[in-house]
């Protein structure tokens, strides 16, 4: 069985942090890529950032310079580490899987992502 299970989100206040994680099984991690995204309150699905199996990485540019994806390859573990927080970053944030020459795609369309995790909620508040 496929699962992404997503955790640490919260309530933090404006300028905190937060750090997620997602724990995935039940496919070959290692040789896919994951992305993070949200959504907003009365808003449509965004990627937040995604890392590839080598490591690369991109992000949406309103999280640049704020927002670090990483991942852990032995623990089939995903992160985000969330710094300056704003409060239009109050969401529900999901993990995602999909095939690293479907990430294009992915970024385009999020129906193209392989797995989905159940999501994590954030709450910046003022």
């Known amino acids: 069985e496929v699962q992404l299970q997503a955790s640490g989100g919260g309530v933090v206040q404006p300028g905190g942090s937060l750090r997620l994680s997602c724990v995935a099984s039940?496919?070959?991690?290692?040789?896919?890529?994951m992305s993070w995204l949200r959504q907003a309150p009365g808003k449509g699905l965004e990627r937040v950032a995604d890392?590839?199996?080598?490591?690369?990485?991109d992000y949406a540019d309103s999280v640049k310079g704020r927002f670090t994806i990483s991942r852990d390859n032995a623990k089939n573990a995903l992160y985000l580490q969330m710094n300056t927080l704003k409060p239009e970053g109050t969401a529900d944030y999901y993990c995602?899987?999909?095939?690293?020459?479907?990430?294009?795609?992915?970024?385009?369309?999020?129906?193209?992502?392989?797995?989905w995790g159940q999501g994590t909620q954030v709450t910046v508040s003022s």
């Open positions: 890392i590839m199996n080598d490591d690369r990485t």
């Open positions: 039940g496919f070959r991690y290692s040789s896919f890529a």
């Open positions: 995602a899987a999909t095939t690293s020459g479907l990430i294009t795609s992915a970024r385009r369309d999020p129906n193209n992502y392989n797995y």
